[in-house]
């Protein structure tokens, strides 16, 4: 089966595509055919050697990619699981979804409810776990409230405008000016051109910023939040630059790390399979051209989700 790699940090040509062994399954794994894998800025860091992604697998070279995947399941483990072959599951993973095909923990997967399309699905797993658990857990974003999304149009921003909607929050949403008609499809009820200084300074203030860009963006936009409000910054790398000027201020400021939890990823799919969630997929990439995905993540302005097909 076909596989992409890293056997070094470095750009995106360090990705490459190898005959690689079929993985042996343990009696609590399931064999997944990849139909999708979500390519995600983590992904690019880690291939760069950035970040605690790699200080993870440093050690344990070569290192294929992805963390989260929808397929159908090839071949069951001889313990008791809930999925059959030919079952369509999705979860996340830890790596290795930038592979034809992948041994994975049957409790890390979700089934899939049927009207949930194999895309939607394989771009809803990290970026709604990421937009939920920073919208709730971290952030307590209550009905009534102001929050403002950096990155609304992005993977994890465009599931967080509508999560924050469907929660009951006024969202004001940070885009560049073509997106913007995409974010306020999506329910934003104010959308803010970043670029624009003066209109970003004339927001009203908020009760919770969800900072999806991090450094100098997350450090400048906790100028807009309420004296008691609140900031929860989801780029890892700059997090203690932004929680300290959120607390300069006074504000409550904490950064965060997605989880794998399938209560939610249950809920998720549900939302997406009820119409109360839409997972916008702008581009497709043959598993061969995992580079030129890697580049279009890297360059920060992805619409939506990019996913690498099986
Ligand atoms: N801690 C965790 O557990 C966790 C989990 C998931 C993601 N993350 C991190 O969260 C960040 C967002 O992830 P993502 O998947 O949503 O990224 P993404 O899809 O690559 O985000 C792309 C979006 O960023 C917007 N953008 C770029 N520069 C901006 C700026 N200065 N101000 C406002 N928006 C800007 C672009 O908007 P325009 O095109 O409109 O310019 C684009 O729509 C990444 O750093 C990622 O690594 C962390």
Redesign the pocket.
């Known amino acids: 089966m076909k596989q992409l790699v890293i056997s070094a940090f470095g750009g995106p040509e360090q990705l490459t595509l190898v005959e690689a062994e079929h993985p042996p399954l343990a009696a609590n794994q399931l064999r997944l055919k990849m139909l999708y894998a979500g390519v995600?800025?983590?992904d690019a860091?880690t291939r760069a050697g950035l970040g605690w992604g790699a200080q993870a697998i440093k050690d344990s070279l070569p290192w294929s990619p992805g963390f989260e995947v929808m397929g159908e399941v090839l071949e069951v483990g001889s313990e008791v699981c809930r999925f059959l072959p030919g079952d369509r599951a999705f979860g996340l993973v830890r790596g290795g979804a930038y592979s034809e095909e992948l041994v994975v923990n049957c409790d890390e997967m979700m089934p899939l409810p049927d009207e949930v399309p194999d895309d939607m699905a394989a771009g809803l797993a990290?970026?709604g776990t990421?937009a939920w658990q920073g919208l709730t857990r971290h952030g307590a974003l209550q009905a009534g409230e102001r929050i403002l999304i950096?990155?609304a149009?992005?993977?994890?921003?465009h599931l967080a405008v509508q999560l924050a909607r469907g929660l009951g929050a006024t969202v004001v949403a940070?885009?560049?000016s073509g997106?913007h008609d995409f974010v306020k499809g999506l329910g934003a009820d104010e959308v803010v051109d970043?670029h624009d200084e003066a209109a970003v300074a004339a927001i009203e203030p908020v009760d919770l910023l969800l900072d999806?860009?991090?450094g100098t963006?997350g450090e400048s936009l906790v100028s807009q939040v309420k004296p008691s409000g609140r900031v929860v910054t989801?780029?890892?790398i700059t997090a203690d630059k932004v929680i300290a000027a959120a607390k300069a201020r006074g504000l409550n400021a904490t950064g965060?790390?997605?989880e794998s939890d399938s209560e939610q990823l249950a809920m998720l799919a549900k939302a997406v399979a009820e119409g109360r969630l839409r997972v916008e997929v702008s581009q497709v990439f043959d598993l061969a051209d995992g580079a030129e995905a890697h580049r279009q993540?890297e360059a920060?302005?992805?619409?939506g989700k990019l996913l690498l097909r099986g």
Do not use: D, E, F, Q
């Not at 149009?153 to 921003?157: E, L, Q, T």
């Open positions: 995600n800025p983590i860091k990290l970026a990421t950096s990155a149009a992005g993977g994890v921003g940070l885009a560049s997106n970043y999806l860009v991090g963006s989801v780029p890892t965060m790390l997605k993540i920060g302005h992805t619409r």
